[in-house]
């Protein structure tokens, strides 16, 4: 993001913008600060909200649609959050940035994140080509850990897309990561998670775990192509019985 596209709507009658405290020493209570004394930042938090927001919604719009059109819902839940404080500035100290509002808005994409868990793989991709045909969502980039999956076996579909969101200053773009992925994927994802954060694991108990969780992650793939073969299944005996309906219909009013 350029950074003359960035426009905090200022709450206050003074114009600009102002610098983050700079975090010293403890960096918990220097956080804690941050978000009691910062106004910036405390705006940009809930830009980033807004912005999930304008997601969801499309989201949800998209939902509705094939639920009348198709009679069913692609997608089973939209889940979102705003990255917490000290993963930003983790991640501002990683890449050697200022502690600002300006560096975490023109470097960060992640701050704010969607979920979307759809019921088969092929959902996925249909949900992100309705998301990236819209006009007004920009599409700034694409990693499919589905057809790619990372090395640990994790499998899902992001997406970081950059939304406008009018405020009372005007238009600001926003950028936002989208995450797609099944229910069984999801799942994974979060076991895998939380495994992670388990402390005091020996060395080679670890690389077993790991071992574990990566031929789970590959039965898990495999049950997701089969649930989405019985589908197809199931959808062309419906519309082979709807069609014979119709014929039948027909011939009745054939003279």
């Known amino acids: 993001m350029e950074q003359d596209k960035i426009m905090l709507p200022s709450l206050r009658e003074k114009e600009g913008t102002e610098n983050l405290p700079q975090i010293n020493g403890d960096l918990m209570e220097e956080l804690k600060l941050l978000m009691q004394q910062s106004q910036p930042f405390q705006e940009m938090l809930m830009m980033y909200k807004c912005a999930i927001r304008e997601v969801r919604t499309k989201a949800e719009v998209l939902n509705d649609e094939m639920s009348v059109r198709y009679h069913r819902n692609p997608i089973n839940s939209i889940l979102s959050r705003v990255k917490k404080p000290e993963s930003i500035a983790q991640k501002l100290v990683r890449k050697n940035l200022p502690f600002t509002v300006e560096a975490i808005m023109a470097n960060l994409s992640d701050v704010a994140g969607v979920r979307i868990i759809c019921e088969f793989v092929d959902?996925?991709?249909?949900?992100?080509?309705?998301?990236?045909?819209?006009?007004?969502?920009?599409?700034?980039?694409?990693?499919?850990?589905?057809?790619?999956?990372?090395?640990?076996?994790?499998?899902?579909?992001h997406m970081i897309v950059e939304i406008p969101v009018f405020f009372s200053k005007g238009k600001t773009p926003m950028r936002v990561e989208i995450q797609i992925r099944t229910i069984a994927m999801d799942f994974w994802a979060s076991l895998d998670h939380e495994l992670k954060y388990k402390k005091n694991i020996a060395p080679e108990e670890e690389e077993m775990i790991a071992g574990e969780l990566l031929s789970c992650a590959d039965r898990i793939a495999e049950t997701d192509m089969i649930m989405q073969q019985i589908r197809m299944k199931l959808d062309a005996v419906e519309e082979s019985k709807e069609e014979q309906a119709y014929s039948n219909s027909s011939s009745r009013y054939t003279v």
């Open 123 to 157: 959902d996925i991709y249909t949900i992100a080509a309705m998301l990236a045909m819209q006009d007004d969502l920009k599409l700034v980039k694409i990693k499919d850990y589905i057809k790619y999956p990372k090395p640990n076996g994790y499998r899902s579909y």
